[in-house]
Nanobody, 110 residues
Framework: VQLQASGGGLVQAGDSLRLSCAVSGGTFSSYSVGWFRQAPGNQREWVATIGGGGATTYADSVRGRFTISRDNIRRTLFLQMDSLKPEDTAVYYC?????WGQGTLVTVSS
């Protein structure tokens, strides 16, 4: 299984970004997939998860601002990030089972 994350960039506080994660190999539609992030000097933290049936869960810090979704036909995971804050600055990683993408950097300036 390979995961390729994309969509990061430099934005201002209040802006939006949409991250994508293309998954190749394995059975994508059956498993929960999620996003994690790691800010400089911090441990990696969970952001959001979407189950195979579409149920979603979010960390308190992003609930109401971020939306996780998936396209099982295109085997792609998304993270729509709205109302971004400087504290959202991190490398964002997609995850399925024990597999991780390479990460995409999101930088939010104040």
């Amino acid at each position: 299984v390979q995961l390729q994350a994309s969509g990061g960039g430099l934005v201002q506080a209040g802006d939006s970004l949409r991250l994508s994660c293309a998954v190749s190999g394995g059975t994508f539609s059956s498993y929960s997939v999620g996003w994690f992030r790691q800010a400089p000097g911090n441990q990696r933290e969970w952001v959001a998860t979407i189950g195979g049936g579409g149920a979603t869960t979010y960390a308190d810090s992003v609930r109401g601002r971020f939306t996780i979704s998936r396209d099982n036909i295109r085997r792609t995971l998304f993270l729509q990030m709205d109302s971004l804050k400087p504290e959202d600055t991190a490398v964002y990683y997609c995850n399925i089972l024990e597999f991780w993408g390479q990460g995409t950097l999101v930088t939010v300036s104040s």
